[in-house]
């Protein structure tokens, strides 16, 4: 290990021996950030799923159910994957514009603890489902409270064009609609305004939307028991090893002092990328160095097949050689292998001066890299390699 960039968190000489690409999970991180979380909700009605779809890794939904936390899941799939990763159903949360039948009779089978309806016609067939079932649902009605997340356009969810949730005026007949139906038990509310969100106010924002509901719903003297205030905290890309981890006390006491809760009434969290985002880096090789007449262009055997979010959101994440002895510093364009223009991982990014069979790290993976994955190009998906946890 040398100067200047690297990182020493790395364990380089075990990594050498692995085939690239692929991503490299640092288990303390999660666990520590797993105890972080614990501690900020010890003690209050809350409770915390994890939002599979950010990360499906067995290896790190084992991890994360071992250690007390729900699932939230987003299709008949993830139902499956969340029951053989040990999550207790009576914890999940069922999300999703789109649940189809089959993965409707799933939830129910199981007795899933929520289902988060994001639409009318949804609830009268899960009511009619679950009667031909003989059993009856437990849902949350989903609510889009028109509030803009000021994230990227493709995971701002809350605002009301989007497909997302019931826009707040029809709510109460949704609520009314859910009361009378008899194979539907209406536990909560259940909001969602997007992802990667880094400021605090949209948050509060939807405090006041929620306490403003609360009291309108008290005087109808309707009660509930859950209040989902869905996920999106967002992950400092830029400074992976200052900031492992958000700042969650920040994030939790905003809620705690913010809502006016209600007696016997829980506070659910859905938290994806805030959970796994920072614990996971996707590892490759460079492949080869060319220069074009205005560009010198590094070649991993990584692509957008393996980390889609530059190529989808024009996501930054922070490129490291953890190789290179050079102390000369050079400018690239870092690309992957995909016939597809947009496969470029970084633009004008400075590293060491780079070479063939280097290692190089990209940072902040652990949430919607791996689980977007694809086989694009009949490319093979990126394997996984964990750290040895110090602790536990
Ligand atoms: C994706 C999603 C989450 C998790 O979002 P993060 O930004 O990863 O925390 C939570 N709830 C719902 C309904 C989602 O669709």
Known sequence: MGQGLKTPVFPIDMLQGQHTPFYYYDLDLLHRTLDEISRMTAGAPITVHYAVKANGNPRIMKEISSRGFGADLVSGGEVAAAIKAGFKPSEMTFSGVGKTDWEIRLGLEHEIGCFNVESVQELEIINEIAAGMGKTASIAIRVNPDIDAHTHKYITTGTADNKFGIGIEVLHDVVNLASSLPHIHLKGLHFHIGSQITEMKPYAMLCDTVNRLLDEYDREGIHFETINMGGGLGIDYDNPDECPMPDFEQFFNLFKQGLNLRNNQR??????????????????????????????????????????????????????????????????????????????FASDCRLPVTRRGDMIAIRSAGAYGESMASTYNMRSLPGSVFSTPANG
């Not at 805030?274 to 560009?295: A, Q």
């Not at 690309?335 to 470029?344: N, Q």
Request: charged share 20%; glycine share 8%; net charge negative.
């Open 267 to 344: 506070l659910h969290f859905e938290l994806g990328r805030s959970i796994v985002g920072g614990c996971g880096t996707l590892i490759s090789r460079v492949v080869y160095v060319k220069e074009s007449r205005n560009k010198k262009f590094v070649i991993l055997d990584a692509g957008m097949t393996d980390l889609i979010r530059p190529a989808l959101y024009g996501a930054h994440h922070q490129i490291q050689n953890l190789t290179s002895s050079q102390e000369e510093m050079a400018t690239y364009d870092i690309v992957g292998p995909v016939c597809e223009s947009s496969d470029v």
